[in-house]
């Protein structure tokens, strides 16, 4: 299993990025693929995640009504997009996978990383 992330860089605020994480080698048919993001010297946040059944989703209060996740119509990409970004957005984010598709923030509960993307909001 792989995931890659991209799509990272500098946005202003109020402007709008999206990230892509690439995802190859599942052998499962349902799993969910969630985002998260990790200032240094801070543990890692879940902040949205979805599942490969139904494209049902879950976002954590600090990005939800801003931050859309999605599949593509393959569902080997998953994005984020990213609406009016605030400068404390500014963090390397990452995707990772769940094998039990339930849904879940908790970080500890994903053992599979990418190498994560930064993200800088900045006038």
């Known amino acids: 299993v792989q995931l890659v992330e991209s799509g990272g860089g500098l946005v202003q605020p109020g402007g709008s990025l999206r990230l892509s994480c690439d995802v190859s080698g599942f052998s499962f048919d349902d799993y969910a693929i969630a985002w998260f993001r990790q200032v240094p010297e801070k543990e890692r946040e879940g902040i949205a995640v979805i599942s490969s059944s139904d494209s049902t989703t879950e976002y954590a209060d600090s990005v939800k009504g801003r931050f859309t996740i999605s599949f593509d119509d393959t569902k080997t990409t998953v994005y984020l997009q990213l609406n009016s970004p605030k400068p404390e957005d500014t963090t390397v984010y990452y995707c990772?996978?769940?094998?039990?598709?339930?849904?879940?923030?908790?970080?500890?509960?994903?053992?599979?990383w990418g190498q994560g993307t930064q993200v800088t909001v900045s006038p």
């Open positions: 990772s996978a769940d094998y039990a598709n339930l849904l879940r923030l908790d970080p500890t509960d994903y053992g599979l």
